[in-house]
């Protein structure tokens, strides 16, 4: 049976200790300790930050005595197959369900039925669907997972507020500022609900006439906002959540230091859920390619002190990760990499590959 290392937060309940845990020389968990959430609880506790698991692959084992299973019983592959059947991730999924379904009316009543708009109750349901999460590394594997995406406002709206509520962590905000942050991502798109139906949803190409009615969304959400009574910054950053720091963006083209500091984390993560969600019309750009998009081209758009913790953060997310690159062949992160961050160090069949020198060699998928 091999052996492998991973990353803690992709530890799941079932899987088997390799080698005995320790930290700063004491005994945490023994080989061959089966996982359990007890046992995930203390390694958390421990601030242990990998473990090595036995391969789940058992060559050795007697199948004669067994029933041939039939490909729906089969074990799952890859660790994603795993994580989606994870109690962990169904728990998450069935929130985020329910709570996208919830947002939607909430949305709806505040920008057509003059309702308020409380905070603390927008702030509360987004905890509730993060609250089965080990650590901002587990609930960023579990969101690029989920496949709830039959609309492109509301479930939209709600992981950009997840993924800002996971940057706002990485960047050690405070409490109350991490709250305005994760409520800004939920209302950043109000407008779009005073916007007709039939454009936001429109599956092709927008003519110049309807986008440049679909660009009046920011002007609309912000109206609508600041006639609520909210904390400005949330209203700034669905006014300007698509301005960038170079001045390309719009309504006003406005550069660097004229975007409020939220505003510029709503828009770096707006653009990468968009660009890395499962849409019912457009499967997800790979994350290490929309990295990779960032560093040609972002550090003169967004803000670097914002986007560069981003792009770490989202790179450790899958060390230990296998992927599929652009020839074919399989391998396993190993290693990340600073100064091109969309480009770390590979095992492929047991060569180490540094990406960063081979320019030829590309992450088309993560397995």
């Known amino acids: 049976m091999n052996i492998t290392p991973m990353m803690l937060h992709k530890v799941l309940p079932g899987m088997v200790i390799a080698e005995d845990v320790y930290k700063d020389s004491q005994l945490v968990v023994r080989k061959g300790t089966i996982v359990n959430d007890d046992v995930l609880k203390l390694l958390h506790r421990s601030s242990v930050v990998s473990v090595s698991i036995h391969d789940q692959t058992d060559t050795t084992k007697d199948t004669t005595k067994e029933a041939p299973k039939s490909s729906s019983d089969a074990p799952s592959s890859t660790y994603y197959d795993r994580l989606r059947n994870s109690e962990s991730f169904i728990k998450f ?48 594997d579990i969101l690029s997972n989920i496949r709830y995406f039959d609309d492109c406002t509301y479930a939209h709206s709600l992981n950009v507020a997840l993924l800002a509520n996971i940057l706002g962590r990485w960047l050690h905000l405070d409490e109350d500022t991490l709250k305005i942050l994760t409520v800004a991502g939920m209302l950043h798109d109000i407008g779009k609900v005073l916007i007709p139906s039939e454009l936001i949803k429109k599956p092709g190409r927008l003519t110049d006439e309807e986008f440049a009615i679909i660009k009046q969304h920011p002007v609309k959400g912000y109206k609508l906002l600041k006639s609520k009574n909210i904390d400005e910054n949330v209203a700034q950053a669905a006014l300007l959540h698509h301005e960038k720091c170079d001045g390309s963006g719009y309504p006003y083209g406005l550069k660097g230091d004229r975007i409020p500091n939220l505003a510029k984390l709503i828009t770096i993560i707006d653009i990468y859920e968009a660009m890395t969600a499962n849409r019912s019309y457009h499967k997800g750009i790979c994350p290490f390619e929309v990295i ?29 990760t296998t992927i599929l690159l652009n020839d ?16 770390p160090g590979i095992l492929v069949n047991g060569e180490y590959i540094d990406l960063s020198r081979h320019p030829e060699l590309n992450i088309v998928t993560i397995l």
């Open 93 to 140: 999924e069935e929130n985020f369900k329910q709570t996208t379904d919830e947002f939607s009316y909430k949305l709806n009543d505040i920008a057509t039925r003059n309702e308020a708009v409380d905070v603390d109750e927008l702030f509360q349901s987004a905890n509730e669907v993060m609250a089965g999460t080990t650590n901002t590394y587990h609930m960023m």
């Open 292 to 320: 990779r998009l960032y560093e040609d081209e972002g550090y003169a758009k967004y803000d670097p002190r914002y986007l560069i913790p981003f792009l770490h953060g989202i790179s450790d997310t899958y060390l230990h």
């Open 328 to 343: 074919g062949r399989q391998g396993e992160v190993v290693l990340t990499n600073q100064s091109a961050i969309s480009r």
